[in-house]
């Protein structure tokens, strides 16, 4: 009987790279991924979702359990592996999410789309409050990049300096935008969407008779 197809996703990418380095019980995998700093990359605040995707991961045969630790300092506690097809699916997951770009749904570039609905003055005050927000994130981010750089390899820091990167393109970007804002560059009014939405409007199609 053939197992059933898993939907991969960064939380499941986690659980398998974590298990590559042997078996371990789901309250480890979190520790060590929050330890690790991976959980500014991969979400794994709400302890249910490793639970949920871990059973989900079982089911689909990509690990298995190895045995139930019972402790009287703890809850009983069962132990999981990767199996042979978690492998070779985790190792096809990472070419493929290295290899291809797809198409992400983040909150902000959907916000953007609806600027609109704010009047200019509206936008402009949100996204100076985003620059301060963002401001304070690179400055932790850059700070603790050159803390770890200090004892660990480039390997180990490579995804925090992804979102560096990406986070000081975004802000500079932020940036530009506001400027033009303030200096009425990029600027709408109600009547001026009136008269574009009247414009584009497309001709009505005849009901059919």
Not at 82 to 91: I, S, V
Not at 129 to 143: V, Y
Request: negative net charge; charged residues 25%; glycine residues 4%.
């Amino acid at each position: 009987m053939n197992q059933p197809a898993y939907r991969r996703s960064p939380l499941a990418l986690a659980v398998l790279g974590t298990l590559y380095e042997g078996p371990m019980h789901p309250y480890r995998i979190q520790r060590l991924i929050k330890e690790r700093g991976k959980d500014q990359v991969i979400n794994v605040q709400q302890r249910a979702s490793i639970y949920q995707t871990i059973e989900r991961l079982h089911h689909a045969g990509l690990i298995e359990i190895v045995e139930t630790t019972r402790d009287e300092r703890f809850p009983e506690r069962t132990v999981y592996q990767l199996t042979a097809a978690g492998r070779a699916t985790a190792d096809r997951w990472l070419r493929d999410m290295l290899s291809t770009p797809t198409r992400e749904f983040p909150d902000f570039p959907a916000a953007l789309a609806f600027l609109p609905m704010l009047t200019s003055g509206e936008v402009l005050v949100q996204l100076e409050a985003r620059i301060i927000a963002m401001e304070d994130s690179l400055r932790q981010l850059r700070d603790e990049l050159a803390t770890a750089g200090r004892y660990l390899p480039r390997l180990f820091l490579i995804e925090a300096e992804y979102q560096e990167t990406q986070l000081a393109a975004e802000l500079a970007w932020v940036r530009s935008v506001v400027e033009d804002l303030r200096s009425g560059r990029l600027t709408w009014s109600a009547e001026w969407l009136r008269e574009i939405a009247g414009a584009l409007a497309a001709p009505e199609e005849s009901e059919p008779g």
